[in-house]
């Protein structure tokens, strides 16, 4: 890695521009997991004990340029505020007078939060006048929100183009802990790709058959791939323009004798949400009138025992509706069994990254990013933006 860290910028008596990712899950205006909050505290602290004054920047939700007050960080400022002991500055605006005013009373030590950056339009089109009145609070920028450096936003990328500026040590870390794996991976390497949209999904599939001994696919996804083989799949999920796509998918795996696994029995239902006609399949088939919402106790088994012969494991993406609890038993003992292996495993935030910390497993697993679309974007080897702009030490 030769991007520079914070270590490497001189941040003493320098108002230092941070952006973290503060993009938390709110219910009634409550703050339900603070982990992103927490993941940022290093930065935080490092850049008030070491003589700067903070002024953090991030997203919340999808506001789409307006201000929408449920989107507002007020709650976060509250939370951060109560972590770090210590007050936390909230400006009622962006850019604006109320946040100028305030960036300019800051004093070595203190902290500002900035109002949610995506209230302004130009946060997400990289627009250089909202780029240059950002710039103009701080001295330094600090990039350390690796949940949106794949993104080329003002605050995740123009910055970096009109200041000096360094990455945090949340990115480090995780560029640490997924691209060393990546890079050199202990194998057998088994990746695991659950989630919705196989569309999304079929580059890092693609990736995946290159670089994984053994690939498993479950999840909303699997559906695309069991139609294109014949299979009945009912009312499952499917994406229709993608059936050709996964059958070259098979069809590269084969050729590269390389093992990949599609589940062979369903746990299904009427709706996602129907928990009273949950019922088994015998096999790949789900009746019509029926869709598949998990993994069956086959799947499950065949799973479970390629994850046990891994010294290497990556994963995105839930293998069934999780949400639903009667249908989150097969992500459940995907993920019992990843915590057993005896090597690294990595998660790819997102959904499985919360379902791990809601079955209380955290502490098992290697490395559970911050980011689900930075992560998967490392799993496909690409280089991400936020990172990519940051000065290179000399
Ligand atoms: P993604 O954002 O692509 O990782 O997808 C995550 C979503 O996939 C979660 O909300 C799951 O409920 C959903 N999902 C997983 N399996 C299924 C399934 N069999 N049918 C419909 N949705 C699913």
């Given at each position: 890695?030769?991007?520079?860290?914070?270590?490497?910028?001189?941040?003493?008596?320098?108002?230092?521009?941070?952006?973290?990712?503060?993009?938390?899950?709110?219910?009634?205006?409550?703050?339900?997991?603070?982990?992103?909050?927490?993941?940022?505290?290093?930065?935080?602290?490092?850049?008030?004990?070491?003589?700067?004054?903070?002024?953090?920047?991030?997203?919340?939700?999808?506001?789409?340029?307006?201000?929408?007050?449920?989107?507002?960080?007020?709650?976060?400022?509250?939370r951060l505020g109560e972590l770090l002991g210590k007050e936390v500055v909230m400006a009622d605006d962006v850019v604006g007078k109320d946040a100028n005013a305030k960036?300019?009373?800051?004093?070595?030590?203190?902290?500002?939060?900035?109002?949610?950056?995506?209230?302004?339009?130009?946060?997400?089109?990289?627009?250089?006048?909202?780029?240059?009145?950002?710039?103009?609070?701080?001295?330094?920028?600090?990039?350390?929100?690796?949940?949106?450096?794949?993104?080329?936003?003002?605050?995740?990328?123009?910055?970096?183009?009109?200041?000096?500026?360094?990455?945090?040590?949340?990115?480090?870390?995780?560029?640490?802990?997924?691209?060393?794996?990546?890079?050199?991976?202990?194998?057998?390497?088994?990746?695991?790709l659950g989630g919705a949209k196989v569309a999304d999904k079929l580059p890092i599939i693609d990736k995946l058959i290159d670089v994984c001994d053994t690939l498993i696919?479950?999840?909303?996804?699997?559906?695309?791939?069991?139609?294109?083989?014949?299979?009945?799949?009912?009312?499952?999920?499917?994406?229709?323009?993608?059936?050709?796509?996964?059958?070259?998918?098979?069809?590269?795996?084969?050729?590269?004798?390389?093992?990949?696994?599609?589940?062979?029995?369903?746990?299904?239902?009427?709706?996602?949400?129907?928990?009273?006609?949950?019922?088994?399949?015998?096999?790949?088939?789900?009746?019509?009138?029926?869709?598949?919402?998990?993994?069956?106790?086959?799947?499950?088994?065949?799973?479970?025992?390629?994850?046990?012969?891994?010294?290497?494991?990556?994963?995105?993406?839930?293998?069934?509706?999780?949400?639903?609890?009667?249908?989150?038993?097969?992500?459940?003992?995907?993920?019992?069994?990843?915590?057993?292996?005896?090597?690294?495993?990595?998660?790819?935030?997102?959904?499985?990254?919360?379902?791990?910390?809601?079955?209380?497993?955290?502490?098992?697993?290697?490395?559970?990013?911050?980011?689900?679309?930075?992560?998967?974007?490392?799993?496909?080897?690409?280089?991400?933006?936020?990172?990519?702009?940051?000065?290179?030490?000399?």
């Open positions: 890695m030769n991007k520079k860290t914070i270590r490497d910028i001189d941040i003493f008596g320098k108002k230092v521009l941070c952006r973290v990712d503060f993009n938390v899950p709110m219910s009634d205006g409550k703050i339900t997991d603070d982990n992103r909050i927490v993941e940022a505290l290093p930065t935080i602290k490092y850049i008030i004990e070491n003589g700067g004054a903070a002024i953090l920047m991030s997203h919340l939700g999808r506001p789409d340029g307006k201000v929408v007050e449920k989107y507002s960080l007020k709650a976060v400022a509250a960036a300019a009373a800051l004093q070595s030590g203190d902290v500002m939060l900035i109002e949610n950056l995506r209230f302004e339009a130009g946060e997400e089109e990289n627009d250089k006048k909202f780029v240059d009145a950002l710039a103009k609070l701080g001295d330094v920028y600090v990039n350390d929100a690796f949940g949106t450096a794949h993104r080329k936003h003002a605050s995740t990328y123009g910055l970096a183009k009109v200041l000096p500026n360094a990455i945090g040590f949340l990115i480090e870390k995780e560029l640490k802990m997924i691209c060393d794996t990546m890079e050199n991976p202990k194998r057998p390497l088994v990746g695991i696919i479950g999840g909303g996804m699997a559906y695309t791939f069991l139609k294109a083989q014949g299979y009945t799949i009912g009312e499952s999920l499917v994406d229709d323009s993608k059936l050709e796509d996964t059958k070259a998918m098979v069809a590269k795996a084969q050729e590269k004798g390389m093992e990949l696994l599609i589940p062979v029995d369903f746990v299904v239902s009427k709706a996602i949400d129907d928990v009273a006609n949950k019922m088994y399949t015998k096999d790949q088939n789900i009746p019509e009138g029926y869709m598949g919402v998990d993994i069956g106790k086959k799947t499950t088994k065949m799973f479970k025992k390629a994850i046990k012969s891994a010294k290497t494991v990556i994963w995105n993406g839930p293998l069934g509706v999780f949400e639903q609890e009667a249908f989150a038993v097969g992500t459940y003992k995907i993920a019992k069994a990843v915590t057993k292996v005896k090597g690294t495993t990595i998660i790819g935030g997102g959904d499985s990254g919360s379902a791990i910390i809601n079955m209380g497993l955290a502490h098992k697993i290697t490395h559970i990013s911050t980011g689900g679309g930075a992560s998967l974007k490392l799993f496909e080897g690409k280089v991400l933006p936020g990172v990519d702009v940051i000065e290179n030490v000399d």
